[in-house]
């Protein structure tokens, strides 16, 4: 707040402006996250059961065997997607940044970025029928003779999350290229043309110049890679529910099934908790981890 | 030394077109089978489609209008809602000192941080209280509310950054703070504000799980909804194409704004993210 000693002292005013604000955010926002940690504490089906049973949701949570299974899904999921989101806009960028011709990176640019405005339950619903068991994707295995190969991939235990994962593919578009790009653009011309007079070739010059400025963007990008990892389950919930065998079953969608499908609202809290406490810590890692850099 | 800066850049193209085609592929694969039917599909799945089931896309429309129709008021009012509600809120933490500040303000920060899982249980029971299950308000409001956060943050940098004597001159002049809002600081900061209308729509034209927990009547089912229910409900499961009509026609609307909109998208996308 850098300006604020010019400014004028008007709480009134200030309070007549923030009110619809405040108002939807205290209704819709504080007032569930607060009651969230709250339910944490009880035992609670929704309807009339409310009972106060301090840490015991936690207690439970530590000793049941799905919620630690779906801690290794959840892991194995971000070892196959954050390296992939991550370096994959950066390869695309770079790649953008690479061509003469302005006018063919803005349409490659464009081919690229297109999916992110293709509602992303159409995405899942296509990618849905290209996995079906007799899908486009066995098809083409069945024809270059790779046959027995063929496999329902969403229903498959061993296969599930790298299919899921794979949606993304090729993985150098999106909103990522975007932030990518413009960091590309950020970079001053002259430092670049100073590592090119040292005789630095390409390689040279992205290891040494690009990649070193564009530290703050790949932070960015690996924990907003990997808060959504954590946070997102839209896409497991239409695609398996978790299954087969709970082998796609993460945290969050446990969470989820937990209150509205078990009718568990206490212990759904409490996994909310916790997963809130990661989010949380890898945030604030992450920001300290740039700030020593910087 | 020419020629391999040439070969370089053929290299580039070479590469940059398999990507382009990758991931235009499923979306590709999409429109193929949108135009064919059962039989054509299991005889000769990648040939060109003849006849061109065009009844096809005509079905899409007729089973998809109404949750078009749904998703575009719930979106907009989304988006107006948050607009007007983060603009006022902006303005005063850009333009006054008011105790508390500090603390409201850091208040919307962390609720950034806050995994929308962890709300979607009590924020279901805040709703059934009031009464909102199960109606438009119950998908707007929850909506708005969630958005604020960032829209507040992306204004108030923006607001901070016009210049000062502006406003002064304007209040000299005797114009409320209201209409020194409306007519000075908006019209400056369209730029930011198609940024948060933008990522604002996105978000909640794809929104799957608040209206999958809250609607119950069909007449209320936002696209994603009405989508993941309709080989079901059309009973499509063995209608492919017909089911990839659908998905196909109920994409349009989104791309055909951003052919006209390329840049304002790109540009709202990026600084969006960006800002930390």
Known sequence: ?294 | MKDAAHSRQGWLHVVLVVLSLLTALPFAIMTLMSAKDLGQLTLSFWSWPSPFRWENYWFGLRVTAEYLGNSLAVSAAVCVLTLVCAALAAYAFSRFRFPGKRGVFGAFVMALMIPSALLLVPLFLVCRELGLLDTRWGLVLPQAAGALPLAILLLRSFFEELPRDLFDAARIDGASELRVLWHIVVPLSLPVFSTVAILNLLSSWNNYIWPLLTVQSESLRTLPLGLAFLMFEQDLKFEPGKLMAAYLMTSLPLLILFLFLTRPFVKGLTSGALKE
């Open chain 1, 1 to 294: 707040m850098s300006r604020s000693n010019n400014n004028e002292y008007q709480p009134w005013r200030a309070a007549g402006f923030l009110l619809p604000a405040v108002a939807f955010f205290g209704v819709f926002v504080v007032l569930p996250a607060l009651s969230a940690l709250a339910l944490a504490f009880f035992r609670a089906d929704g309807l009339a059961m409310r009972e106060w049973v301090g840490a015991d949701n936690f207690r439970e949570l530590a000793s049941d065997p799905l919620f630690w299974k779906s801690i290794r899904n959840l892991l194995w999921f971000a070892v196959l997607t954050v390296p992939v989101q991550t370096l994959g806009p950066l390869l695309g960028a770079k790649l953008l940044c690479s061509l003469r011709s302005p006018r063919a990176a803005y349409w490659y640019r464009t081919l690229l970025v297109f999916p992110v405005l293709v509602p992303g339950v159409v995405t899942i619903l296509v990618w849905q029928e290209l996995y079906g068991a007799t899908g486009p994707i066995n098809l083409l295995l069945d024809a270059v003779g790779l046959g027995e190969h063929a496999r329902a991939w969403l229903g498959d235990p061993a296969t599930v999350v790298p299919a899921i994962v794979a949606i993304g593919l090729p993985f150098t578009g999106g909103v990522f290229l975007l932030i990518y790009l413009a960091g590309f653009l950020s970079i001053p011309a002259s430092l670049i043309e100073a590592a090119r007079l040292d005789g630095a070739g390409p390689l040279r010059l992205f290891l040494s110049v690009e990649l070193p400025m564009l530290r703050t963007q790949i932070g960015v990008i690996a924990l907003l890679s990997l808060l959504g990892v954590l946070q997102n389950f839209d896409n497991i919930q239409i695609l398996t529910n978790g299954g087969p065998m709970n082998a796609s079953l993460t945290p969050a969608l446990y969470l989820f099934r937990s209150g509205f499908e078990f009718g568990q609202l206490g212990y759904a809290s409490a996994l909310g908790v916790v997963l809130l406490a990661v989010c949380a810590v890898l945030t604030v890692l992450v920001r300290w981890a740039g700030r020593r850099q910087a």
